[in-house]
């Protein structure tokens, strides 16, 4: 063999031998070990959850990478074993952590992280609201993700403390998921509604209601009111008799005519026909006054005033109810002459002529008479009308 053969044997041999060496040492990687743990693994939508790899071993070398794939679609890669991260939709979560050492092993560990999704609150609350309505606030189409069960509280007045704790904005009036509110007056009625599920996962709303007042069309009506009462009353006696005319109307004018029963003999009897307004000190008298006896007139006494209260405008007005505008226009300053108790009374002063004769009996001891009241007012008269 020549010098050059040997040479080629002598190379080919050790470069088997280096290839042997060098492929014995790269098929002994060693893999490191991922542990891992979270904290909590049972959540509410939105919250955080930490996880902890700290105590993954490299086995040989050190950790050089913590890659972490949350299973939402969201993935990061850290130097150090210890990071958070938030779940914002419900669902079951896969949780993996691959870590690789400085050699280039790698290792995995899974944890199942649980995301209890909040209850997707439906509210529907009505815009247009008139006082006097009953108010329907709808939250019957909320629903659970995960189709369980919910418990619903709500405050229907965060002005009233209805539980008498201090708080005005945590009572619970109603726990159906539909609630109806009575409207007595114009405002804002400011509430919330609270709805939880079975794992204790909440979501609020509050709502608020603009009452809006009425709009009503006023005709003011006038009318008359009358009475006729008739009597016998011997002399010194008193008859009377109440009344409330301006209940429901403003009062314009009354006339009041006492006509006593025309007798043959003279003088005729004497009366006196009395009013009296009694919240408004209105007092007035008349007696009776001898009419044309040739003429067959009777003898009378008359009451009248008239321009009591102004008269109404017609209009348009804005209330929470028929009723308040009523009450409103009746009770208006200087326009309320009136409103209370009238008493009218008839007095028998004297009944002539007189028994000249001791012990003849007295050919007049008293009269017949007749009342009329005839009474003036103008009534509102009230038709609701739509806003434009």
Request: proline share 4%; with cysteine; hydrophobic share 35%.
């Amino acid at each position: 063999m020549n010098r050059r053969v040997a040479l080629f044997f002598i190379a080919v041999l050790c470069s088997q031998t280096l290839a042997g060496c060098t492929g014995g040492a790269f098929d002994s990687v060693v893999e490191p070990r991922a542990i891992m743990s979270a904290f909590p693994t049972s959540i509410q939508e939105g919250e955080m959850v930490t996880f902890d790899a700290r105590q993954s071993d490299a086995i040989e070398g050190v950790i050089t990478e913590y890659a972490w794939d949350f299973g939402d679609g969201t993935e990061t890669i850290s130097i150090g074993g210890f990071i958070s991260h938030q779940f914002n939709e419900y669902g079951i979560y896969n949780v993996r952590l691959t870590v690789t050492n400085d050699q280039g092993g790698t290792d995995s560990s899974t944890v199942m992280i649980n995301v209890n999704g909040a209850p997707r609150l439906n509210l529907t609350v009505p815009t247009d609201v008139r006082s006097g309505d009953i108010v329907m606030i709808d939250a019957s189409d909320t629903s659970d993700p995960e189709g369980g069960d919910l418990i619903f509280s709500w405050d229907l007045n965060h002005l009233e403390d209805s539980d008498n704790d201090g708080d005005s904005r945590n009572d619970v009036d109603s726990m159906s998921d539909i609630v109806y509110i009575p409207t007595n007056s114009s405002g804002t009625i400011l509430g919330s509604l609270s709805v939880e599920d079975v794992e204790g996962a909440s979501v609020s709303e509050q709502f608020t209601i603009d009452v809006q007042s009425r709009m009503y069309k006023v005709v003011w009506v006038e009318n008359t009111l009358e009475w006729e009462f008739d009597a016998y009353l011997a002399e010194g006696e008193t008859w009377d008799t109440n009344m409330t005319p301006g209940d429901g109307a403003r009062i314009i004018a009354y006339d009041a005519i006492l006509e006593l029963d025309q007798e043959p003999l003279l003088p005729p009897d004497n009366f006196t026909l009395s009013v009296n307004v009694v919240n408004d000190g209105h007092t007035r008298s008349a007696q009776t006054s001898p009419g044309n006896f040739t003429q067959n007139e009777s003898t009378k006494a008359e009451l009248n005033a008239s321009d009591l209260n102004s008269a109404g405008a017609d209009d348009t007005y804005e209330a929470d109810s028929a009723e308040q505008l009523i009450q409103g226009l009746l009770n208006q300053a200087g326009d309320r002459f009136g409103q209370g108790e009238w008493i009218w009374t008839v007095v028998a002063r004297d009944a002539d002529p007189d028994s000249l004769i001791p012990g003849v009996p007295d050919p007049d001891t008293g009269n017949d008479w007749v009342l009329t009241i005839v009474i003036t007012v103008l009534t509102p008269v009230l038709t609701e009308i739509a806003y434009e």
